[in-house]
């Protein structure tokens, strides 16, 4: 049996962020890449639990992109699609 999917609300306001640090100079830009990605895969997961998508089965690269642009980041690359279907797959 299939779980719908409820569209993601748009209409709530978006809690207050922390203020923002700067990040830590002289690392390869190796370790930047990899912490912007694993940044836009925590939003990712978060967007997609508040949708309804609770197991990694149900979200595939086209509905990960899809709320990739609702909440209004770049589209993922397959492997930041990855990411996000290994930590959903960890929340269980």
Excluded: F
């Excluded at 049996?1 to 609300?9: D, E, G, T, Y």
């Excluded at 909440?71 to 797959?89: E, K, N, Q, Y």
């Amino acid at each position: 049996m299939a779980a719908a999917v409820l569209p993601l609300p748009m209409s709530l306001p978006m809690p207050m962020s922390l203020p923002k640090k700067p990040l830590p100079a002289g690392l390869p830009r190796e370790w930047y890449i990899a912490h912007n990605r694993r940044l836009k895969t925590m939003r990712l997961v978060i967007a997609l639990l508040d949708s309804g998508v609770y197991e990694p089965a149900q979200a595939g690269n086209r509905r990960i992109r899809l709320t990739a642009e609702l909440i209004g980041v770049h589209p993922p690359s397959d492997i930041t699609c990855r990411m996000v279907r290994a930590l959903l797959a960890y929340g269980r």
